[in-house]
């Protein structure tokens, strides 16, 4: 079973930066699919950011420009580097590991945005 622990999350003013780490607990890292979702209150989860196992790294528009994903192999860990934070950012952040067509989930950092 893989485990996926997001850390970094909490409270930040707008315009602010956050950087979120998820730490992997499997072997099968540097092959793997890694991204992150977002749900805010009242509404469905989202892709905001993926990485795959070449380096190719994909974002929700809302985010293009202000957020980075990358990952470092040799830790196990995908990071997400959040800048110029908005109030609409608020949300639970879900790391996500996909291997073998199987997906597998942290348990959500929260990130607030206060205006």
């Known amino acids: 079973q893989v485990q996926l622990v997001e850390s970094g999350g909490g409270l930040v003013q707008t315009g602010g930066s956050l950087r979120l780490s998820c730490a992997a607990s499997?072997?099968?890292?540097?092959?793997?699919?890694v991204g992150w979702y977002r749900q805010a209150p009242g509404k469905q989860r989202e892709l905001v950011a993926s990485?795959?196992?070449?380096?190719?790294?994909d974002y929700v528009d809302s985010v293009k420009g202000r957020f980075t994903i990358s990952r470092d192999n040799a830790k196990n860990t995908v990071y997400l580097q959040m800048n110029s934070l908005k109030p609409e950012d608020t949300a639970v952040y879900y790391c996500?590991?996909?291997?073998?067509?199987?997906?597998?989930w942290g348990k959500g950092t929260l990130v607030t945005v206060s205006s």
């Open positions: 996500n590991l996909r291997l073998v067509g199987m997906d597998h």
């Open positions: 990485i795959t196992n070449g380096g190719n790294t």
């Open positions: 499997t072997r099968f890292f540097s092959i793997a699919t």
